[in-house]
C-alpha cells in the first residue's frame, strides 16, 4: 500500500469507520500527528514542518524518536513521547542523529581503490567475491543489533554458509551468562527501577552506561519522586564500586569497594539476609544446599569489611548490616551488578551473587523487581545471534593470522579500533580481500578493497525491539523521514543504499531460496501485517484492516502490548559450592607489575565509541567531570600531590600484564577528590586514527592497555583487572572542560558524599 500523508489523514480521520483504534498503554492517551513520507516530495510544503515518527539508529537501545523535517531536510531530533522505553527522553547520542545524515565525511558512493564504481558494479563485485571464495575461509563481521535487519543477516548467512560474528561496543557476555545460569533466561531481563523503592548497584552504572542508561534514568526520575502513587516516599540509592561514577555521585550511599571483591560484598550481604530471616527461606536453602547462613559463615561482615574497601578502613561491617537490612526493610529492594564488576576474572560469580540476592529477596517476577520479557511476536526477532565472547574474538585474530581467511566482510562494526588489543587492524591487512559496509570511512574500512556505504537510519526501514525490553513486547519502527538529497543540479548527493538491500540483492542474485523479499520496505511491511493478523483486539494499535493498523503503526512508531506480561518468576536453578563459598582476592594480585587498578568506563557522551565520529557526543560534557573532546585519567588528589602532578599534566599510562605485550597510551591528569588512591579511570570511545575529522587524532584508545585474561567460565574479556602505572612526561595540555575545576574532601577521612556507617 502507497500511503500519503493526505490518505493517512484521511484514514486517520474517518478512524471509527476504518476501525482503527489507539489502545491504551503506560502512558497518557494522546494522539501524536507523524505523517508518513511515503510519497515525498507530495509532502513537502515550504515553511511547513512536518513531524515523523521512528526509531533511534545510533545507540543500541532502539528507542523511539521523532524527527522534526522542513522542505525535505531534518532540522531536530526529540524523543517520541508516546514510545514505552524512552516516553520522549534521549541521549545526546540520539540527538546527534540529524549529524550522522548531513555529516561533511559522509561518504557519497561506492569506493574500490582509487575508483567509484556504480552500484551495479559494486554490487556484482561483491557477488563475485562471494562465488569465488570458499564459504569456509569467509568472515561476515557485523555489530551487535536487536533488529529486523539481523533477520535479514541470518538468513543471508544460513544460505552462503559463511562464517558470522557479532561484535559488541561493550561486552555483556558474563552479565547474560550469569542470567542463564541463575534463571534460566538467555535474555537480560527487564530490572523495574522505576517501581523499586531501594535499589543497590554493584558497579552497575545505570545513569550513564550500563545496559539501557536512557531507558533506566527515566525509570530513576520516577524512583526518586516523591509523589509516588502519592506515598510521599522518595526511593533510596546504594552504589557499592571502586570509582566515583555518575550513579555513585546520585546516590544517597557509596561504598568505595575494590575491584574484584564485589562477590564478597554481596555474599557478605546474602549472610545477613539469610542469618536474621530478612530473605525467603526456600530460596536460601536452594543456594546454600539446605546449610543456611552456615554455608556462608565466611562471608560475615566482621571478617569481609576489613578486606573489601578501596582504601584501608573506608567499608565497615555496620556498613555491610545496613545495606543487607535497607534492602529488606524497604521493598521492594532491587539488587543491580555489571561494569567493572562484571569484568573481572571472577565476574561471573561478582554477577551470580548480586543476582541471587534478588532472589533472596523474593523480588524476582515482581513490580520493583527483576522481570523476565515475553517473546517477541516477531519470531525471527526471537533468534538473533548473540554477540560473540572475547575468547572466540582471541580465536578468530589468530585465525586470520594463519590466514585461514580469505575474504571478510563488515557492517555496524570496527574491530580493527575496538579489537586494538588483539592487533586486529595489523591482523585484517593480511586477508586478501576485506569490503566494507560503512558510512564513513572507518580504521577498518581504510583497509577494505571495496566499499558499499550503508544508507543512514533515518533514510531507512527496520523493525527494532528495545534492549531490553520494558516488560512487555515492544517493536519499534524505523521508516525514512527525508527524500533522497539533491545538490543544485539535481544530483544524488550521498548515493548509499540500505545494507539490508544490499544483501537482499546479492542473496538474490546468488539464488538464495531464503531471501524471498525485494527490499526492507517490502519485508518490514509484510512483518508488521503478521504482527496485525496474529494480534487482533491486542496492543497499542487495533485496526479492522491492516491499512488502518499501518496508518496507526506510522503515526505512533511501532507497537507494543503493556498486557502482554511474561509469568515466569524465575525459578532459582544455580546454588553455591566449592570455590564459590571461598573468600575472594582481588583478581589483578599477582597478575600485574602496575601499582594502580584501571578503570575504564564508558562516558554518557560518546557510549562505548561508536559515535565518536559525531560531534555532538564528542562535544558532550562528561557529566561527572565536564571534560570534552579529550581522554583523560583520573587521578585521586592526594596521590596526584605526592606524585607533583597538577591537572592537565600530561602522563604516560602503561599496562604490563603477566605474558602479554607493554602498551602505553597518553592522557591528561584530570585531579579527583572522589577516586580512590589506588585507583585510576579512563574512558572508552577515543583515540581513533580515522573515522572522520571529528574522531581522527582525538584523544587515546584505552582499549589498547586492557588485559586479555578472561572472565572465569565465560570466555568474555576480563577488561577490569588491569593495574598500570603512570610517569610523567613534562607535557601539559589544558583540558578541554565546561565549567572549573572541583574542591572536595578527600575519600580518605571525611567523605565527599555519605558513606553508608560513617
Excluded at 127 to 144: C, F, H
Excluded at 178 to 203: M, Q, R
Excluded at 511 to 518: G, H, L, Q, R, T
Excluded at 727 to 743: A, H, K, V
Aim: aromatic content about 6%; hydrophobic content about 35%.
Amino acid at each position: 500500500m502507497d500511503l500519503t500523508r493526505r490518505d493517512f489523514l484521511r484514514v486517520a480521520g474517518a478512524s471509527s469507520v476504518a476501525g482503527m483504534l489507539f489502545a491504551g498503554c503506560a502512558i497518557p492517551e494522546r494522539e501524536l500527528i507523524k505523517q508518513s513520507p511515503r510519497d515525498m516530495p507530495e509532502d513537502l510544503a515550504t515553511g511547513t514542518e512536518d513531524w515523523y515518527a521512528t526509531q533511534c539508529g545510533i545507540c543500541n537501545e532502539h528507542h523511539g524518536v521523532i524527527v522534526r523535517v522542513l522542505e525535505g531536510r531534518a532540522k531536530k531530533i526529540e524523543g517520541n513521547p508516546d514510545h514505552p522505553t524512552n516516553r520522549g527522553r534521549l541521549l545526546p547520542t540520539c540527538l546527534s542523529g540529524v549529524q550522522s545524515l548531513y555529516h561533511p565525511d559522509r561518504l557519497t558512493g561506492p569506493i574500490a581503490g582509487d575508483t567509484n564504481p556504480s552500484w551495479d558494479d559494486a554490487i556484482g563485485r561483491v557477488v563475485s567475491a562471494l562465488n569465488s571464495n570458499d564459504p569456509s575461509r569467509t568472515l561476515l563481521i557485523t555489530g551487535a543489533d536487536k533488529t529486523l535487519l539481523s533477520h535479514v543477516v541470518n538468513q543471508f548467512v544460513e544460505s552462503s554458509g559463511v562464517e558470522h560474528m557479532v561484535l559488541e561496543d561493550v561486552e555483556d557476555t558474563v552479565l547474560r551468562n550469569a542470567i542463564d545460569d541463575v534463571f534460566g533466561e538467555g535474555e537480560i531481563p527487564h530490572f523495574d527501577i522505576e517501581n523499586a523503592k531501594t535499589i543497590l548497584s554493584i558497579g552497575a552504572d545505570f545513569l550513564e552506561s550500563w545496559v539501557a542508561p536512557l531507558q533506566y534514568s527515566r525509570a530513576y526520575g520516577e524512583f526518586r519522586n516523591t509523589q509516588s502513587e502519592g506515598t510521599g516516599v522518595r526511593g533510596h540509592l546504594m552504589y557499592a564500586g571502586p570509582r566515583f561514577s555518575m550513579t555513585a555521585a546520585n546516590a544517597d550511599e557509596w561504598l568505595p569497594i575494590a575491584p574484584g571483591h564485589e562477590s564478597n560484598f554481596a555474599l557478605s550481604v546474602a549472610y545477613v539476609l539469610i542469618r536474621d530471616n530478612l530473605g525467603d527461606a526456600s530460596v536460601a536453602n536452594k543456594i546454600t544446599g539446605g546449610k543456611g547462613a552456615s554455608a556462608l559463615a565466611a562471608f560475615a561482615p566482621d571478617i569481609i569489611a576489613p578486606l573489601i574497601g578501596a582504601t584501608e578502613g573506608v567499608v565497615s561491617p555496620e556498613d555491610i548490616e545496613h545495606v543487607a537490612k535497607r534492602l529488606a526493610e524497604e521493598s521492594p529492594g532491587l539488587v543491580l551488578a555489571g561494569g567493572s564488576a562484571s569484568a573481572q576474572k571472577n565476574g561471573h560469580l561478582n554477577m551470580k551473587a548480586s543476582l541471587l540476592i534478588n532472589a533472596l529477596l523474593g523480588n524476582v517476577g515482581k513490580q520493583g523487581g527483576i522481570q523476565f520479557n515475553p517473546d517477541s511476536p516477531l519470531e525471527e526477532l526471537n533468534n538473533i545471534k548473540a554477540p560473540n565472547s572475547f575468547s572466540e574474538w582471541k580465536s578468530v585474530a589468530q585465525r586470520l593470522e594463519n590466514g585461514e581467511f580469505d575474504l571478510v566482510l563488515v557492517h555496524g562494526a570496527n574491530p580493527a579500533h575496538n579489537l586494538e588489543v588483539l592487533d586486529f587492524k595489523d591482523k585484517l591487512s593480511n586477508v586478501k580481500s576485506v569490503i566494507s559496509f560503512s558510512p564513513i570511512m572507518d580504521e577498518t574500512a581504510e583497509l577494505a578493497s571495496l566499499v558499499l556505504p550503508d544508507q543512514n537510519y533515518l533514510e531507512t526501514w527496520n523493525i527494532g525491539v528495545p534492549n531490553p525490553n520494558p516488560g512487555y513486547p515492544v517493536l519499534t519502527l524505523q521508516q525514512p523521514v527525508v527524500p533522497t538529497l539533491l545538490d543544485e543540479e539535481n544530483q544524488i548527493v550521498y548515493d548509499n543504499r540500505p545494507f539490508g538491500d544490499i544483501l537482499t540483492h546479492v542473496g538474490r542474485r546468488l539464488n538464495y531460496s531464503a531471501i524471498s523479499w525485494e527490499s526492507m520496505e517490502d519485508l518490514v511491511k509484510t512483518k508488521m501485517s503478521e504482527v496485525h493478523v496474529n494480534n487482533r483486539g491486542k496492543g497499542s494499535i487495533q485496526g479492522a484492516t491492516f491499512e488502518a493498523f499501518w496508518a496507526g503503526v506510522l503515526q505512533r512508531g511501532g507497537w507494543w502490548d503493556t498486557k502482554a506480561r511474561q509469568t515466569k518468576t524465575g525459578e532459582v536453578l544455580a546454588s553455591l559450592s566449592g570455590s564459590e563459598l571461598t573468600v575472594q582476592g582481588t583478581s589483578t594480585e599477582a597478575e600485574n607489575s602496575g601499582i594502580y587498578h584501571l578503570v575504564p568506563f564508558v562516558s554518557v557522551g560518546l557510549g562505548g565509541g561508536s559515535a565518536s565520529y559525531l560531534p555532538w557526543p564528542q562535544s558532550t560534557p562528561d557529566p561527572v567531570t565536564s571534560v570534552v573532546w579529550e581522554t583523560w585519567i583520573e587521578v585521586n588528589s592526594r596521590e596526584a600531590k605526592r606524585l607533583g602532578l597538577r591537572d592537565g599534566d600530561i602522563v604516560n599510562v602503561e599496562s604490563v600484564t603477566a605474558g602479554e605485550k607493554s602498551s602505553v597510551i597518553q592522557a591528561p591528569v584530570y585531579i579527583h577528590p572522589g577516586i580512590p588512591p589506588n585507583v585510576v579511570g579512563i574512558p572508552m570511545g577515543r583515540g581513533h586514527t580515522a573515522s572522520g575529522r571529528y574522531a581522527k587524532d582525538f584523544g587515546s584508545n584505552v582499549r589498547k592497555l586492557l588485559s586479555i585474561s578472561e572472565v572465569e567460565g565465560t570466555g568474555a574479556q576480563a577488561w577490569g583487572v588491569s593495574k598500570v602505572t603512570i610517569s610523567g612526561t613534562g607535557q601539559r595540555l589544558r583540558l578541554p572542560r565546561m565549567e572549573g575545576g572541583i574542591t572536595g574532601m578527600q575519600l580518605e577521612g571525611t567523605h565527599i558524599i555519605q558513606v553508608t556507617g560513617s
